[in-house]
């Protein structure tokens, strides 16, 4: 037992069956020992596992303080136990967990090109009826030299609703002009008065005197802010959004980290049930069983919501079996890109950790110091809110990161004044 790590609650049990990985989690609740659980809190108590050569620390569904019980579940049989983690262990896991989250924050790319995909077809067919399906494709292979592309993913990132929309439709009304052969487009714009009403007569006029004059930037801006359709911008937004936080979630899934980490260094039987060669994706996907079958799930339920929110026809089984092999697509294409960050992403660890363990030493992570009260909020959730206003603040003064030199400078907030400012935000009024 690494006491270094943690301070068991009680013996760890091993649980055994014939079956190495399962189709469906086994849900298992431990009781804390009596003469183990003094004055513990519902955040002190972790899950232990054996994974055959060290402890991993996975996170309970649940922990009733009152019963001093720890429930979790497994996709396999092993050796478990609960346990209490050393706060610096806490640290080093939050900082890993985080890091490898922002990693998926950041590989946005494909989503928003689909947002930009899904806003083209519905400005062009649905509201101008038009069916330049070549221009829309043009369009989107460009999209990665655009530099106003770049700024709607900054946008996007930085998780503004308001300024993503109306720079998105600028640029889609721009695009559009740009692309679509000039006779086409009057000819729809012209349609547009007709077809729809006197809603869009006035714009649809302002564009086509833009387009006469051969303005097409007026045009197109003409064409995105006042044809396409921003409630619609709003909901693909959103479902992007809830894409992202579901792929940054699905990383701090223990299980997807353990799959991660088998295809990495490969497996021999005790590791998670896994027995696999590195690099063996297929292998991988083909044993991780009954968590392959809720990721194919999870896909599937969540393209049942879109096609309901945007006013689509329900999918097909062959379009649904479609998202359940993209599910196998996507997380291979996950794994291979996390190999070739992992020395970045182990530095970017180290680097918050760091910064944590600043904070630590400071007393924003004890009990009754600067609002911390452990019996409202964990210490996973601490240091995410800490995390988080160290962001903010980074944001606010257009600085790039935080350094662990004595003094800042224009490019960086010093440790020392970033924890100034953290300490000045929990004890006085927030942000005033």
Partial sequence: IPKEKFTPLGAPIEITTAQRRFNKPMIITLRVPEASNKDLKAGDIQVIYYNGASWDIIKP????????????????????????????????????????????????????????????????????????????????SSLANDDDY????????????????????????????ENVPK??????????????????????????????E??????????????????LITKLFKAAGEVVQYNIDTWKDAEIEAAYQAYKNGADHWFYGYNVDKGDFDGLYNQMRGIAVRLESEYVKREITR????????????????????????????????????SDLEKDAQHLQELVESMKKANLLEDGSFGFDTD????????????????????????????????????????NDMISLVQAWFSTNGEE
């Fill in 376 to 415: 409202h909020q964990t210490t996973e959730q601490r240091m995410d809110d800490l995390v988080k206003i160290a962001e903010k603040i980074l944001q606010d003064t257009k600085r790039k990161d935080w350094t662990s030199g004595t003094f800042s400078d224009k490019n960086s907030i010093s440790a």
């Fill in 183 to 212: 006779s086409a487009l009057q000819k729809a714009l012209k349609g547009l008065s007709s077809n729809k009403g006197v809603k869009y007569a006035g714009a649809a006029g302002e564009a086509l005197g833009y387009l006469v």
């Fill in 61 to 140: 569904l649940s922990v009733d303080a009152t019963a001093k019980t720890v429930t979790f579940e497994t996709y396999h049989a092993s050796g478990w136990g609960s346990a209490k983690i050393d706060i610096e262990e806490e640290i080093k896991k939050y900082s890993h967990s985080k890091t490898i989250g922002k990693m998926a924050q950041k590989n946005v790319d494909k989503i928003v090109d689909k947002i930009v995909e899904q806003g083209l077809d519905y400005l062009m067919k649905d509201q101008m009826g038009m069916k330049e399906d070549s221009a829309k494709y043009k369009i989107i």
């Fill in 150 to 177: 770049a700024e709607i993913l900054d946008s996007f990132n930085k998780g503004d609703a308001g300024e993503f929309n109306s720079k998105l439709m600028v640029f889609m009304g721009k695009k559009i002009a």
């Fill in 307 to 342: 096609r309901e929110n945007l006013g689509k026809r329900p999918a097909t089984d062959d379009e649904l079996n479609a998202i359940r092999e993209q599910v196998r697509i996507d997380l291979e294409e996950q794994f291979k890109n996390r190999l070739t960050k992992e």
């Fill in 214 to 231: 051969g303005d097409y930037k007026d045009a197109g801006r003409v064409i995105g802010e006042k044809i396409a359709d921003s409630f």
